[in-house]
């Protein structure tokens, strides 16, 4: 297990013409830092910014050409970390046409998937409400990061079987609901791999969840100051008796509907709290703590897994959260690099490292 204080750690940031900031250069604290600034002054594009040089993709889901501020041709992000044994120099130059041009300490990164694990991080967003209520989708591409944080060898398995699924679903829309030789044939070829790969994933999907119930459980007591019970299960119908004989069965409906209704893309990590189903019973404000519990959650699974504190990013985290909430947030706040985004002052009982203003650090 690596020492958490082998964590690499983001020294500072520099934007050019990426959405809102023309140019900007940051310094962050190796603790908690706050970035304090009015609605509409360029806090969540910063942290957009830092989540596309660990992942190559915005956690909001836009298209390159969205990161590029009117009228520029290109958006540049570089990021400075270091930890205790080396430095390490992340850029980007995003141009609006083409494809992204990505350098670590200035050698041309060809693959973005090269980039991974180089710099984890944790974000919470206001949209992760939709992690409690939104569709089951939404909670597996969160559980898809943590086992991404966990170990960069989970996102082959994951790559793996979306590649298939869309291979086996272009087969099934093409047979126009029949099946002759041929495609039958090419569909057991198809089965074969989406079975081998769609177990790998499940089994590692269901073993996260088991290790993440606690450390959910303990992350909402912190964040709400009560005992809710909360309990997470990871619904796949068919993982007792695999995912071969599951397609198997399913072969003439997936022929007729032309795509895959069974497999990991349809499976469901189902969320009670105080033995009722968060997504519908839970009350806002649950859900709201619940959502940053999952992230908490994760995040402390990947450092204990690890050894490595990924790099938590709160992204207007406070605007739900009275003052005592919004404290004893802060005091529950993990190990490691921190970066907290607020429309308005912290709490006066919260304290950060440093503070920036944008416009000014202090």
Known sequence: MTNPSSALVLDNLQLRGFRSHTELDLEFARGVTAIIGPNGSGKTNIVEAIGWLATTRSFR????????????????????????????????????????????NRQRVARARDLLGVLNITV?????????????GERRTWLDHVLLGQHPRNEAVRAEVDKVLKQRNALLKGCGGRLDNDAAFTLDVWDSKLASAGDQLCALRAAAVADLTPHVQRALHAVAGENHEVSLVYAAPWFDSGLGPALEAARKDDVRRGVTTVGPHRDEVEVSLNGMPARTHASQGEQRSLALAFRLAGHELVRTTTGVAPLLILDDVFSELDDGRATALVDALPDGQTLLTSATDLPPQARADATIRLGGTT
Do not use: N, W, Y
């Open 124 to 136: 919470f967003a206001p949209d992760d409400l939709e992690l409690i209520k939104g569709s089951p």
């Open 61 to 104: 889901g836009a298209p390159t050409d969205a990161l590029i501020q009117r009228g520029a041709d290109v958006a540049i992000a570089r990021a400075t970390l270091h930890s205790d044994d080396r430095e390490l120099l992340l850029e980007a130059e995003l141009p609006r046409t083409g494809r992204a041009r990505i350098q670590m």
